[in-house]
DNA sequence: GACTATTGTGAGCATTAGCTCAGCTAATTT
DNA sequence: AAATTAGCTGAGCTAATGCTCACAATAGTC
């Protein structure tokens, strides 16, 4: 194992769409061999082959295994990005639901591949770049929540800027700790709960 | 890398007092090492090397690197469990303050060695045999909190067994992350805030 | 068709980590 | 003080992974 690169950037960005399949089909590999196998034991060999592609194309768009994995999660962080932000309900009274639209946002993420959403998030190796990258993605999301915080009249917190970004990350891993050992709690009471969590959190009346 | 030996037993316990002097010193530059290297750099033989002892004594101890791992991860874990469980106050009004006893928990245990919690909370790799052991050790703090969930007369949620996971995990991963990104924002603050989630979660009037 | 740019190939190298084991030293027991 | 048990040593083996690079193939352009 030699000491790798630890840039994330590619020595080559594809051009041609043949080029663009051949990176998708990499990431797409990627998510599964991870899932299955964890990261360690996802070789980069192994990625490749399953892509059907050579180790030496995967080489040409990630310039190791770290990038890929990194792509795999800014690809997560984005995606829960809030679509329906700008059309944000606050007028009183609604505060409940609001909270609850962000929590299955979040249940929603993760239902898909939770066995890949455990790996990125437990298992793998988090460099210091790779967090700046989470980070800048992440402020997007955090900026949104900010805005409810501090405009929405039901809101009563001492520090906004802190609640956002605990509840961000408070739904965040509550979900994914659900969704990744799901005992015999429906999905219902766990929303439920956590909603009541947020919302009285917010709220702040005593 | 030869597909190690997925026990966390060592093959020989320590008998005599030196025995047990050894083992001590390789756990605590393991968790230099890990602290500062993180924990694919952290090498085994480096560990023993900065352990002053062979490399050949520490696998006397632990069968392999993770087993090394899990025991640190054991020990910061039990080093939280709540020793004055049992004089809880349970009287109207003290809620609040049980809350702010199990956050200021939380803040301590993350105080000495935040480098070492960053390495073994969010880049070691978690097996299914480290998560059993987590979860086990885990039960006890649970069990407590959910005492107090379910007998203290100020608390109204709709669930609270997953009440009581959700608030631990919730007060673990915040002050971890807290304590290991220190922005300017102050401890109290932080503390604050937290205190207020749950309680006011707790408490659960409108 | 000729020329260039882009993309794809895969055997194998370089590296390094985890770990073993044969034999030594220290403590304990008899 | 001999015998036995426990503890310690460290050179080096084994295994495997990330990754390179010289070349081949394909697509695009004239």
Redesign the pocket.
Known sequence: ?????RRLEPR????????E??RDRILTAAAHVFAESGY??????RIAERA??????L???F????AILAELLVRHIDRGTWTGADELDLSPGTLEATVRALVRDAIDNHSDDPALLRVMIEEAPVSQELRDTIDRHGKQRTAQVLDVVVRHPDVHVGDPAVAAEMILLTVEINTHKFMADRGTTPVETFEDELVAMVTRYLRGDR
């Open positions: 194992m030699p000491s790798a690169d080559r960005k594809p051009r041609q769409v043949r080029a399949l051949t360690a034991a996802g070789t980069t060999n059907r592609v050579s180790i030496g194309s080489y040409q768009y310039p190791n295994k770290d």
